[in-house]
T-cell receptor
Framework: DAKTTQPPSMDCAEGRAANLPCNHS???????VYWYRQIHSQGPQYIIH???NNETNEMASLIITEDRKSSTLILPHATLRDTAVYYC??????????????FGKGTHLIIQP | EAQVTQNPRYLITVTGKKLTVTCSQN?????MSWYRQDPGLGLRQIYY???????DKGDVPEGYKVSRKEKRNFPLILESPSPNQTSLYFC??????????FGPGTRLTVL
């Protein structure tokens, strides 16, 4: 699976959009970009994923650059409950072999009141 | 409600006393796996299972065993726990290696 690079921490004001960047310059053509988050010590929670088109769901939007070397997760109206560590992971969908997700250190997003 | 459950949520034990952490999912997922999370090391996969009776080692399998006799259950067995297995453990399941659903975690302390 391709390696990702994320800033270690970010702040965002409550009610504003939180934009979390991720670099994945070695991504392969069949690898998807997945985002998970972990609130305190709870189990990681799936947010969104995409291949090359932008995606949106009830939680967030995912913007993938045309060359697919980077992406941005957008939380449109951040709340205090969005304070968490956010992980960007690239992997082949359906894995084939191991189901393993390679978690890096992620971005610790802190929402300020 | 679709979910992954783990038991116990918290456990303090002593070195060498065998223990089992249970994991169950109600989504009919084929894939199940176990992770441990340690400060500074992030989440690391211990074992995974692609289906019933099919298991394989992840990145840090030493000191652990698993079994997959039923599709919904994937217990993690520590036959002789040691203090370096003190950690936060997560079970996860997914359909064909796609979106993974994680359990709430089991915090294990081995004295």
């Amino acid at each position: 699976d391709a390696k990702t690079t994320q800033p270690p921490s970010m702040d965002c004001a409550e009610g504003r959009a939180a934009n979390l960047p991720c670099n994945h310059s070695t991504i392969s053509g069949n690898e998807y970009v997945y985002w998970y988050r972990q609130i305190h010590s709870q189990g990681p929670q799936y947010i969104i994923h995409g291949l090359k088109n932008n995606e949106t769901n009830e939680m967030a939007s995912l913007i993938i650059t045309e060359d697919r070397k980077s992406s941005t997760l957008i939380l449109p109206h951040a709340t205090l409950r969005d304070t968490a560590v956010y992980y960007c992971i690239v992997r082949v969908e359906g894995g084939g072999g191991a189901d393993g997700l390679t978690f890096g250190k992620g971005t610790h997003l802190i929402i300020q009141p | 409600e679709a979910q992954v459950t783990q038991n116990p949520r918290y456990l303090i034990t002593v070195t060498g006393k065998k223990l089992t952490v249970t994991c169950s999912q109600n989504m009919n997922h084929e894939y199940m796996s176990w992770y441990r999370q340690d400060p500074g090391l992030g989440l690391r996969q211990i074992y995974y299972s692609m289906n019933v009776e099919v298991t394989d080692k992840g990145d840090v399998p030493e000191g652990y065993k698993v079994s997959r006799k039923e599709k919904r259950n994937f217990p993690l067995i520590l036959e002789s726990p040691s203090p370096n297995q003190t950690s936060l453990y997560f079970c996860a399941s997914s359909f064909s290696g796609r979106v993974a659903f994680f359990g709430p975690g089991t915090r294990l302390t081995v004295l």
